[in-house]
T-cell receptor, first 112, second 112 residues
């Protein structure tokens, strides 16, 4: 299995809702990442998990809360988002930095 | 902060033409990666270059890493509509190896 699976593919949520994005990989990669991508821009790093521990938080607002239940799963919990948080949220994993990342297809999030 | 500047930002060409995309930095990178991203999907890793001066070929795509490891190029021969997408170079941050710096991106459109 050489894929990163993200669910859901599309999500529309109100500013008072709570939702979660899910990411799963079975490649034995020990580093997992959340990125945010706005239209026509490169991905921006949000969080890095290494061996199931949060190693980097790029000063992301607390309305985004990551969770890594085990080495194969990565969640992103969303609460009280703003319309400007609408974007493509990408999950990725890697064995080692120089080996490159495997990205999921992303979740297209719209906050209304 | 290590920055990767790509040029051109946007390229529209006809099928059969050749093109080159550039990725430049004032910083040295231990390696550089190239990704292609199609609309609504996650980036897909094309290649990783590690050694200064290295040239790698992937069918009609030729990747080169500069001798000083500060720049890279992607050359496409006889472009096809299937080459359309956003091309991103990326390199590991020297200070924080888990962090990948993405280039500014080059949007390629190949028409019949």
């Amino acid at each position: 299995d050489t894929e990163v699976t993200q669910t859901p593919k599309h999500l529309v949520m109100g500013m008072t809702n709570k939702k979660s994005l899910k990411c799963e990989q079975h490649m034995g990669h020990r580093a997992m990442y959340w990125y945010k991508q706005k239209a026509k821009k490169p991905p921006e790093l949000m969080f890095v998990y290494s061996y199931e521990k949060l190693s980097i938080n790029e000063s992301v607002p607390s309305r985004f809360s990551p969770e890594c239940p085990n080495s194969s799963l990565l969640n992103l919990h969303l609460h009280a988002l703003q319309p400007e948080d609408s974007a493509l949220y990408l999950c990725a994993s890697s064995l080692r930095q120089t080996y490159g990342y495997t990205f999921g297809s992303g979740t297209r999030l719209t906050v209304v | 902060t290590q920055l990767l500047e790509q040029s051109p930002q946007f390229l529209s060409i006809q099928e059969g033409e050749n093109l080159t995309v550039y990725c430049n930095s004032s910083s040295v990178f231990s390696s550089l990666q190239w990704y292609r991203q199609e609309p609504g999907e996650g980036p897909v890793l094309l290649v990783t270059v590690v050694t200064g001066g290295e040239v790698k070929k992937l069918k009609r795509l030729t990747f080169q890493f500069g001798d000083a490891r500060k720049d890279s190029s992607l050359h496409i021969t006889a472009a096809q509509p299937g080459d359309t997408g956003l091309y991103l170079c990326a390199g590991p941050n020297t200070g924080t190896a888990s962090k990948l710096t993405f280039g500014t991106g080059t949007r390629l459109q190949v028409t019949l």
